[in-house]
């Protein structure tokens, strides 16, 4: 069977994040979504999630979903004017659910080096 070669460059997440960042940087810029100003999602909330995406790229899903769950919490009171109870009581729990899945679940980097009989 086809074998994957285990010596993946490190900086492939970063690399394809730049670019993601790049792009939706441009987009702002030039308003090209109509979203308004740049000032208006370009915030440290974000970076939260941008740092949770190279993770997830990069086949950390435990520090991904951590890093993910801290920059929703914060950009919630901008996603709704009033959160409701259901997520602002089921939030935490859930967001310690899935961390926990994430450590019995192999990394993608394992599934990668697994060889197929």
């Known amino acids: 069977m086809k074998q994957f070669n285990s010596k ?7 690399g394809l994040f ?3 960042l790049g792009l939706m940087l441009l987009a702002a810029t030039l308003d090209l979504l109509g ?9 440290w909330e974000m970076l939260l ?8 790229l990069n086949g950390n899903l435990t520090g991904g979903v951590i890093f993910l769950a801290a920059g929703s919490w914060f ?5 709704y004017e009033e959160t409701p109870d259901l997520v602002r009581v089921g939030f935490w729990p859930a967001a310690l659910v899935l961390t ?11 599934w990668c080096n697994r060889k197929d009989n």
């Open 8 to 14: 993946r460059n490190p900086l492939i997440g970063f």
């Open 18 to 20: 730049l670019i993601a």
């Open 35 to 43: 979203w308004g100003s740049i000032h208006e999602y370009f915030r």
């Open 49 to 56: 999630v941008f740092i949770s995406l190279i993770m997830f």
């Open 75 to 79: 950009l919630l009171p901008d996603i």
């Open 100 to 110: 926990g899945i994430t450590f019995l679940i192999p990394s993608p980097k394992k």
